[in-house]
């Protein structure tokens, strides 16, 4: 198979079952990122009980380097689906131990926000 064949889908229960651990405490609205039937990431927008939306997104170092593209592809469209929805703001996590997270978060148009608890907090922010 060629990287072309990677396909963009709509998350479903079925992908979560199949790629996460343990079943998610939150709702999620994602794509997966699959190859004939292996997934090979998941990332989208997570409702926190909160009340606020999160932006995650869940691939291995080595798919992540194999696949940037793709992972873009992804990450503008769930950008472009909470423009829709009219979210106005999505919080997430920089990942640290990947040199290239925060950069990337940032070319995705989000703000270093902080920290919180050792944890690199960024805001991706909308008016109007």
Known sequence: MTRREVRLVPTTAAHCEAFFPEPLPWR????TALKGDEILG????AML??????????V??????????TLHRAAKAIL???????LRRLVT???????????????LG??????????????WQQWG
């Open 28 to 31: 999620i609205r994602a794509m």
């Open 42 to 45: 998941i990332g989208g927008m």
């Open 49 to 58: 009980p909160d009340g606020q939306t999160a932006a995650f997104l869940e």
């Open 60 to 69: 291995s170092e080595e798919n992540a380097k194999k696949y940037p593209i």
């Open 80 to 86: 472009q689906q909470a423009k829709d929805l009219g």
């Open 93 to 107: 996590r920089a990942d640290t131990r990947r040199p290239a997270a925060e950069r990337y978060l940032q070319r």
């Open 110 to 123: 989000f703000e270093f926000a902080g920290n919180d608890d050792g944890e690199v907090i960024y805001l």
